[in-house]
């Protein structure tokens, strides 16, 4: 996530949360904690929270929440189908007629 989109959401939630500091150094702080995860896993999170209430923003809550919801969109992806044989990854990409790794997850992407 860029730091603009870490501060379009975290402006959201300062609008609905007092206790949400939008100074320069917080901003930075928490960024450097939240870059990892998507845009869509923290305004998730944020919401849900919101949503269920919350009168108060925890942080350790925003941050467990938003690393599960981004962990859950990874899982969510598609992934290459299991190799056909044991003998490496050389071997994997021949008996499927891919030229590389890359070759491999684009046609693999392009099939859902």
């Known amino acids: 996530m ?4 870490f501060l379009s959401n975290w402006k959201w939630a300062s609008i609905r949360w007092n206790n949400v500091s939008l100074d320069k150094d917080t901003v930075s702080s928490l960024y450097e904690d939240y870059k990892g995860f998507s ?3 923290l305004a998730k999170a944020l919401r849900l929270i919101y949503n269920n209430g919350a009168t108060y923003l925890e942080l350790p809550k925003v941050y ?3 690393k599960d919801l981004h962990n859950d969109e990874l899982l969510s ?8 044989n044991v003998n490496g ?3 994997y990409l ?3 007629n891919f ?4 070759d491999a997850i684009r046609k693999n992407r392009s099939k859902k």
């Open 64 to 66: 467990k929440l938003t």
């Open 94 to 96: 021949k008996a499927n």
């Open 99 to 102: 030229k590389s790794i890359k």
């Open 39 to 41: 845009y869509n896993a």
């Open 2 to 5: 860029t730091k603009q989109e």
């Open 77 to 84: 992806r598609p992934q290459l189908d299991q190799p056909k």
């Open 89 to 91: 990854l050389n071997d």
